[in-house]
């Protein structure tokens, strides 16, 4: 019995060790990857295009009470 244990954790150590390792490396490439895109974007920034707001009327106070007295009134019909 305490040979079949053994074996289990050899397995199990090997097992979580492969993915610690794995995962090491995958943070590693993505600081890397990081790294070069950060340095790209210095190279060849991306062009921001200016949008031009219009502006808006603002409805008075009292217009907005006239659609909602005119709302609540058509939806009693």
Do not use: H, T
């Amino acid at each position: 019995m305490s040979e079949n244990l053994l074996i289990g954790l050899e397995l199990l150590v090997l097992g979580m060790g492969f993915v610690l390792a794995f995962l090491c490396i995958l943070v590693g490439a993505m600081y890397v990857m990081s790294m070069v895109v950060g340095y790209l974007n210095k190279i060849f920034p991306e062009a921001v295009e200016v949008v031009e707001r219009k502006s808006k009327k603002v409805a008075s106070s009292e217009d907005d009470l006239i659609a909602v007295a005119l709302a609540a009134i058509v939806s009693k019909k």
